[in-house]
């Protein structure tokens, strides 16, 4: 199987992530409910990733590194904790579900600051029109999981800033890869998951907060401390973290935080983007698939789209699958994304490369794809 799915979640991951889960199984309990040696190794895990994520991030302060079960969950709580039933909010035209189902919840007053593809000043100029000192929330993703589209959230950040708005950013494809320093954004949330681009496991995330901002818990429950109160703390990171942590998991992202340090975020980028790039220009020689990208290497992360024009992606998806090509077709999570981009009737084949991924991979999909098309259209 050639894996293409890494936008999903990151298949390929570093063998030290494994190791410390399996290590964190046999040697850790639960942090913050005992002074013995097994509770003590996972409090100290803990904080370690609090930490590397702080620095990665340019946080304040590790405890405002709050894990989450990935980053819909801290998405839920950025958006719960700032806007009210009823609440103004601008969105970029290419959100994830994940932004938009909740918003739907609150009834929210939802106001699209919708530009084409890759035309990052027509998006800050859509921004600056939506964006006025009554609006509760901005929230917009950093890289389109769609077709891997860079947002301008530096120039985004700025008109939040100008009308004192919070802002939230969706880093569910772009941390790890490209710079974020929530610092100089001041941004009020920003979250992402632990599966993707941190190369941790499934059912890690990270929701980092601003020191400014007030937080409301999504779930009340056991922290470890101040039990006799009734309600949840004050104080983060335990007024967003109810309940047991997943140890083995938080262990893990820890680990593939730490490869992430080491090899560097512009490295891992650079690698993706060049493989998505001559994915593109490769697709684009095929007959009958047209091509959802721009032909340069910054527009974009690793992640590309096309159309197969006259057959539907899922089949064309599925086909692949069954040839030993492991992609993402239909919609994607995000039919308003589809709909800003004009693929809402057809999807689209979703391409997502990782580090592990090679130039021989991207040749042999380009080798298969004509003749897989070429037999569906027959």
Avoid: W
Avoid at 33 to 38: A, K, L, T
Avoid at 65 to 89: C, D, E, Q
């Amino acid at each position: 199987m050639i894996y293409l799915d890494s936008a999903a979640t990151s298949f390929q991951k570093p063998v030290a992530v494994g190791r410390a889960m399996e290590t964190a199984l046999r040697e850790m309990s639960s942090p913050g409910r005992g002074g013995y040696p097994e509770a003590m190794r996972a409090a100290e895990t803990l904080f370690s990733c609090r930490t590397e994520l702080a620095e990665l991030f340019h946080v304040s302060e590790p405890e405002r590194v709050v894990f989450t079960m990935n980053a819909t969950h801290g998405l839920n709580i950025a958006i719960k904790s700032l806007v009210p039933y009823g609440g103004k909010v601008v969105i970029s035209g290419y959100e994830h579900n994940a932004v938009t189902r909740p918003l739907a919840a609150l009834g929210a007053d939802i106001r699209v600051a919708s530009a084409p593809l890759f035309q990052p000043d027509m998006t800050v100029e859509a921004f600056e029109k939506e964006i006025t000192p009554d609006i509760d929330a901005v929230i917009c993703t950093h890289v389109s999981n769609v077709f891997g589209a860079v947002q301008p959230v530096e120039a985004i950040a700025a008109i939040c800033r100008k009308n004192d708005v919070p802002f939230i950013i969706d880093a569910s494809q772009s941390a790890g890869m490209l710079p974020l320093d929530m610092t100089a954004l001041g941004a009020a949330f920003i979250a992402m998951p632990g599966h993707k681009g941190l190369y941790g496991p499934q059912g890690t995330g990270v929701l980092l907060c601003c020191e400014k901002t007030e937080t409301s818990p999504l779930i009340e429950g056991g922290t470890g401390s101040v039990s006799l109160q009734q309600d949840m703390p004050e104080f983060l990171p335990d007024r967003l973290e109810a309940g047991t942590h997943n140890v083995p998991g938080i262990a893990g992202l820890l680990e593939g935080v730490r490869f992430v340090r080491r090899l560097g975020e512009d490295t891992i980028c650079m690698h993706e983007r060049q493989l998505a790039l001559r994915a593109s220009e490769g697709l684009r020689q095929i007959p009958g698939i047209s091509v959802c990208a721009r032909r340069d290497l910054f527009s974009q992360t690793g992640v590309l789209s096309f159309v197969p024009e006259g057959l539907d992606s899922e089949l064309v998806g599925n086909t692949l699958a069954e040839e030993g090509y492991a992609v993402r077709a239909g919609m994607h999570c995000a039919p308003l994304a589809h709909r800003t981009a004009g693929t809402l009737e057809s999807g689209t084949v979703r391409l997502s490369f990782s580090v592990f991924n090679r130039v021989e991979e991207v040749s042999q999909l380009l080798t298969a794809l004509p003749e897989i098309l070429k037999r569906l259209s027959a």
